[in-house]
């Protein structure tokens, strides 16, 4: 991209860019895009001064790395580039999929639920946490009393599918 181009004037009257499942990415590509905004905005403001989002849970998915030690992968991380240093980290408080539908009568058991999923994602419910552990899943999450427990759990998250599929609202 040059400067003066019509891509980069679109990028000039752009105020927020939005980089979505940022931890699973390769920090090449956070330092390809702050470079390449300094080059074409002429500025040497990190992201050539523009406002950038990275959104995903960094308790999440990794980059990908062939044949990549443990070392490689954490090194290939965005927490190992210099952007990082200049970001500031804002931390969702609530669980919205999880609320989102529910009747307010099952708000503290979808509290309990969301508190089970973060303990999870911080390594708290295995310990000692190595980087492997065996997780006991709750009775109250199983679906034990079904023939075919994966069409339960499929109606249950995507009720009456057959009628909606076709509907751009319904997913």
Same mark, same amino acid.
């Given at each position: 991209?040059?400067? !003066?181009?019509?891509?980069?004037?679109?990028?000039?009257?752009?105020?927020?860019?939005?980089?979505?499942?940022?931890?699973?990415?390769?920090?090449? !590509?956070?330092?390809?895009?702050?470079?390449?905004?300094?080059?074409?905005? %002429?500025?040497?403001?990190?992201?050539? $001064?523009?406002?950038?989002?990275? $959104? !995903?849970?960094?308790?999440? %998915?990794?980059?990908?790395?062939?044949?990549?030690?443990?070392?490689?992968?954490?090194?290939?991380?965005?927490? %190992?580039?210099?952007?990082? @240093?200049?970001?500031?980290?804002? +931390?969702?408080?609530?669980?919205? +999929?999880?609320?989102?539908?529910?009747?307010?009568? /099952?708000?503290?058991?979808?509290?309990?639920?969301?508190?089970?999923?973060? /303990?999870?994602?911080? !390594?708290?419910? @295995?310990?000692?946490?190595?980087?492997?552990?065996?997780? @006991?899943?709750?009775? /109250?999450?199983?679906?034990?009393?079904?023939?075919?427990?994966?069409?339960?759990?499929?109606?249950?998250?995507?009720?009456?599918?057959?009628?909606?599929?076709?509907?751009?609202?319904?997913?």
């Amino acid at each position: 991209m040059d400067p !003066g181009t019509d891509k980069a004037q679109l990028l000039e009257k752009t105020r927020l860019l939005i980089w979505d499942e940022a931890p699973m990415a390769h920090k090449h !590509g956070f330092q390809a895009l702050d470079r390449s905004l300094k080059d074409v905005l %002429s500025s040497n403001l990190l992201f050539g $001064g523009k406002v950038v989002v990275f $959104g !995903g849970d960094f308790r999440q %998915s990794l980059p990908v790395v062939q044949k990549g030690t443990r070392q490689d992968i954490v090194n290939a991380s965005l927490c %190992s580039s210099y952007i990082l @240093s200049e970001c500031s980290v804002l +931390r969702l408080t609530k669980n919205r +999929r999880l609320t989102m539908g529910r009747p307010s009568s /099952d708000v503290e058991e979808t509290k309990l639920f969301a508190k089970w999923l973060l /303990d999870i994602g911080e !390594g708290n419910v @295995s310990c000692p946490n190595d980087g492997v552990a065996t997780i @006991s899943i709750p009775d /109250d999450l199983l679906i034990k009393d079904y023939v075919d427990p994966i069409s339960k759990l499929f109606d249950f998250v995507y009720p009456d599918i057959l009628q909606n599929y076709e509907n751009q609202h319904y997913f």
